[in-house]
T-cell receptor, first 114, second 116 residues
């Protein structure tokens, strides 16, 4: 039962253009969402997060949008740079007693071409 | 902030042997987590500690797995009688609390286990 789904295994964009990575979730108890970036042979690195009380959070070139009614979130990277090439994981956690555990999607490999 | 440190980075072992991994969290973090990642999958939760107390274990953590966090500092993950299906990347993470808006998980670079 995949509670967090990243349906695109890979995405390729040109340098300078926008990258949009998508994530869907099924568990309505999730109320905190994160994006992690992972380079080969390294652990995931926290990128940006959003609480369910918001619909947008921005940090520099990275913006996360949350659509609770659709149970969908997306990560926008503008402008994309070759150094952004990595696997991006969407993750979610619940509130209260289940707030300790992150549930991850399978990841999307982003390739930014110079 | 020296980050989360894991040792060893790689471990190759024969089926049936025992292995132990170590994790040193960020010093002020009181929560410590173990996750496992296999090829093509995202990290999967195994267990977590608040200080020295192990508060939750996933059903992925069979009886052959044991984790400790003595004195609420570093943690060890031991796998007894390893099986080929245990081959994976074992990730450790720490956080102040949460995870929540002010306390995301910070991951180490993992220990890659290969069971032959």
């Amino acid at each position: 039962d995949q509670q967090v789904k990243q349906n695109s295994p890979s995405l390729s964009v040109q340098e300078g253009r926008i990258s949009i990575l998508n994530c869907d979730y099924t568990n309505s108890m999730f109320d905190y969402f994160l994006w992690y970036k992972k380079y080969p042979a390294e652990g995931p690195t926290f990128l940006i997060s959003i609480s369910s009380i918001k619909d947008k959070n921005e940090d520099g070139r990275f913006t996360v949008f949350l659509n609770k009614s659709a149970k969908h979130l997306s990560l926008h990277i503008v402008p994309s740079q070759p150094g952004d090439s990595a696997v991006y994981f969407c993750a979610a956690s619940g509130s209260g007693g289940s707030n300790y555990k992150l549930t991850f999607g399978k990841g999307t490999l982003l390739t930014v071409n110079p | 902030d020296t980050g989360v440190s894991q040792d060893p980075r790689h471990k190759i072992t024969k089926r049936g042997q025992n292995v132990t991994f170590r994790c040193d969290p960020i010093s002020e973090h009181n929560r410590l987590y173990w996750y496992r990642q296999t090829l093509g999958q995202g990290p999967e939760f195994l267990t977590y500690f608040q200080n020295e107390a192990q508060l939750e274990k996933s059903r992925l953590l069979s009886d052959r797995f044991s984790a400790e966090r003595p004195k609420g500092s570093f943690s060890t993950l031991e796998i007894q009688r390893t099986e080929q299906g245990d081959s994976a990347m074992y990730l450790c993470a720490s956080s102040l609390a949460g995870p929540g808006p002010s306390s995301p998980l910070h991951f180490g670079n993992g220990t890659r286990l290969t069971v032959t």
